[in-house]
């Protein structure tokens, strides 16, 4: 149980365009999705934290206008990055909680590779 | 956002050592989460702890949840080849100050055969 799906894997695309990554929870409903972003051999750095039916928490220095998350239902929440540029090339993983014995799980996706041309 | 201090950076050792690493912050959390993570892959759960002073183990791992409750320990008895990777600690901030996880900066672990 507690599967995670990312779509697509890895995706390249030209400077300017925007592309959508999405996240699912396959055998749970997930009260909240979480993105992050790693570079190469450094840690995940939270970007923004999603519940169902609201807009999305960012952390400080992420723009919410280039990030757009949308979590529409409890088992999927998608992240847009709007007019990508090469400096957006990074990993991008989600994962998704929770609530269950009155704590929370986290489980990861396998995350989607962006590269940026 | 916050980012918890994790160590050693990296590790390499012999084949049947054991191995510890671990994490501490400033900030006081309400969980603390160990993660593998192997290259292109997302993190996968290894252990979770939910209470100050939890000792908590998985086969041949074993973690701890610090009273303070700013810090965590993991450790690896008798590592084999497939340890490697890089271990991730990750804390939740309490339910009222947002709930979010934060992660440590990593532990590159190699095992030499």
């Known amino acids: 149980g507690a599967v995670v799906s990312q779509h697509p894997s890895w995706v390249i695309c030209k400077s300017g365009t925007s592309v959508k990554i999405e996240c699912r929870s396959l055998?749970?409903?997930?009260?909240?999705m979480f993105w992050y972003r790693q570079f190469p051999k450094q840690s995940l750095m939270l970007m923004a934290t999603s519940n169902e039916g609201s807009k999305a928490t960012y952390e400080q220095g992420v723009e919410k206008d280039k990030f757009l998350i949308n979590h529409a239902s409890l088992t999927l929440s998608t992240l847009t990055v709007t007019s990508a540029h090469p400096e957006d090339s990074s990993f991008y993983i989600c994962?998704?909680?929770?609530?269950?014995?009155?704590?929370?799980?986290?489980?990861f996706g396998p995350g989607t590779r962006l590269t940026v041309t | 956002g916050q980012q918890l201090n994790q160590s050693p950076q990296s590790m390499f050792i012999q084949e049947g050592e054991d191995v510890s690493m671990n994490c501490t912050s400033s900030?006081?959390?309400?969980?603390w989460l160990w993660y593998k993570q192997d290259p292109g892959e997302g993190p996968v759960l290894l252990i979770a702890?939910?209470?100050?002073?939890e000792l908590t183990s998985n086969g041949r791992l074993t973690a701890q949840f610090g009273i303070t409750r700013k810090d965590s320990f993991l450790n690896i008895s008798a590592s084999i080849p497939s340890d490697v990777g890089i271990y991730f600690c990750a804390g939740q901030l309490p339910y009222n100050t947002g709930n979010q996880f934060y992660f440590g900066t990593g532990t590159s672990l190699t095992v030499i055969p």
């Open positions: 994962s998704a909680s929770n609530f269950r014995d009155r704590a929370y799980e986290q489980y």
């Open positions: 900030s006081i959390f309400n969980t």
């Open positions: 702890l939910y209470k100050a002073g």
């Open positions: 055998d749970f409903q997930a009260t909240t």
